[in-house]
C-alpha cells in the first residue's frame, strides 16, 4: 500500500521539451529551404492574375524584376491611386524602364546579359495602356524576352 | 555514487527559444516567390510585311473586356476553340505549295492556309484589364498547346509539354536532352506559334 501512497504524492513528472530545439530547428529549415530573400519590399497591390499555360522561370539571376499595380495604402496619399510602376525600391514613370533596364543588364556578368528575362509582375485590375507603354521602352532597348508572371489557376478567375 | 549525481547538466531550455527567434527572422525577411508565369517574345523593330488577310485571326479587347474575333463578338470562353479551328484549318488546295497534311481542320479556303503561316494578331486599348489580356494570352497558348500535344502523341506517342518538361529537368542527360531539343523543334515547326500585338489606341 504505500507503494501506491508514495507515488500519489509524488507530482506529476514534466513533459520534456528537450525535443522542443529540434523541432522548431526543422521548421527553421524548412523555411529557409522553400523560400528566398526578398531583394525589394512592394510598394504596390500585387494580386497576380490566375493563368494555367504556365512556364517556370528557373534562374533567379537571368530574372528582371518589374513591378506594377495600385500604390498601397500607405503610399496612395503621396502617389495617388492610379497603377504605378515599382522599379527596386521606388516608384517609377514608364520612361525611366528603359534605363532601369540598362542598369540591370551592365550589373549581370556578360555571359547572361542577352538571356535576360524581365518579369512582369503586374496587378490583374491594371491596365494595358501602362502594360503597352512599358513593353515599348522594352522593345526600344532590345529586352525582348518577357514573363508575365502569375499564379497557377484557372484564367478565366481573372474575369469577374 | 554521489559524485556522479553531482555533474551539473546545461540547462538547454531556451535553446528553443533562439531557434524560435532564427525561425521568425526568416519568416518575416524570406518570402515565397511566386515564380512562373507565361512567356513571350516581344517583336523587335522589323519591316512590315503584307499578309494575306485570310491567315490572320484578328482578336480585340475594349475597354470593358469584351473580346471580338474576326468581326464577331464572342465569349472568351470560346476563344480556344475558335483559334485551334483558325490554325488547324489548313485551307491551301491540296496540289499547292503549303498543303498541310497534318491539319485535321475543316480546310476552309476562307480561313488559314496553313498553319505556319497563320498568324494571331491581338489587339487590346489602353483600358483593357490586365486580367483579360492574361486569360486571352492563356487561351491561345492553351490552343497552341493542345495542337502540339496532339501532333506529339501522333509522332512520338507523348505530349509536347512531357517533352518540355524532361527537356527542363535538371535530371535528363545530355545526350537526350538534344533528342528532345530536335523533337520539340519540330513539333514548335509544325505549329508556330506567330502571335502579333499591333499597337491600337
Known amino acids: ?160 | 555514487m554521489s559524485s556522479r549525481e553531482e555533474v551539473p547538466k546545461v540547462n538547454a531550455g531556451s535553446m528553443a527559444d533562439i531557434a524560435f527567434l532564427l525561425l521568425i527572422f526568416f519568416l518575416v525577411t524570406t518570402s515565397i516567390e511566386t515564380d512562373a508565369g507565361i512567356n513571350r517574345m516581344l517583336p523587335g523593330d522589323g519591316e512590315s510585311v503584307v499578309i494575306p488577310q485570310r491567315n490572320i485571326l484578328p482578336i480585340l479587347i475594349n475597354g470593358n473586356d469584351e473580346l471580338m474575333v474576326d468581326g464577331e463578338v464572342i465569349e472568351i470562353k470560346d476563344l480556344k476553340e475558335l483559334t485551334i479551328a483558325f490554325l488547324d484549318n489548313g485551307g491551301e488546295v491540296p496540289e499547292g505549295r503549303n498543303y498541310c497534311e497534318y491539319c485535321q481542320g475543316a480546310r476552309d479556303v476562307l480561313s488559314s492556309d496553313n498553319p505556319e503561316e497563320a498568324i494571331v494578331s491581338l489587339m487590346n486599348n489602353r483600358e483593357t484589364s490586365y486580367g483579360a489580356y492574361i486569360t486571352v494570352q492563356n487561351e491561345l497558348a492553351a490552343a497552341y498547346s493542345t495542337l502540339r500535344n496532339r501532333e506529339a502523341q501522333r509522332l512520338f506517342k507523348t505530349d509536347f509539354t512531357s517533352l518540355e518538361e524532361r527537356y527542363l529537368n535538371e535530371e535528363t542527360s545530355a545526350a537526350e536532352k538534344i533528342k528532345l531539343k530536335e523533337k520539340i523543334k519540330m513539333i514548335q515547326g509544325l505549329y508556330p506559334m506567330k502571335l502579333s500585338e499591333a499597337e491600337r489606341n
Open chain 1, 1 to 160: 500500500m504505500s507503494k501506491f501512497a508514495k507515488k500519489k504524492d509524488g507530482e506529476l513528472p514534466a513533459v520534456s521539451t528537450a525535443s522542443l530545439p529540434d523541432i522548431v530547428f526543422m521548421l527553421l529549415f524548412f523555411f529557409m529551404t522553400v523560400t528566398v530573400m526578398k531583394d525589394s519590399s512592394l510598394k504596390v497591390e500585387n494580386t497576380l492574375p490566375n493563368a494555367s499555360e504556365i512556364k517556370k522561370l528557373e534562374k533567379k539571376d537571368r530574372v528582371i524584376y518589374i513591378y506594377v499595380g495600385k500604390p498601397t495604402p500607405e503610399f496612395a496619399s503621396k502617389f495617388g491611386s492610379e497603377p504605378k510602376i515599382q522599379l527596386n525600391d521606388k516608384f517609377a514613370g514608364p520612361s525611366e524602364v528603359g534605363d532601369y533596364i540598362l542598369m540591370e543588364r551592365a550589373k549581370k556578368s556578360q555571359d547572361l546579359q542577352n538571356v535576360l528575362t524581365t518579369a512582369l509582375k503586374v496587378d490583374k485590375n491594371a491596365n494595358m495602356g501602362l502594360i503597352s507603354d512599358i513593353k515599348q521602352e522594352l522593345r526600344e532597348v532590345n529586352a525582348l524576352k518577357v514573363n508575365y508572371t502569375t499564379y497557377d489557376g484557372d484564367a478565366f478567375n481573372n474575369l469577374q
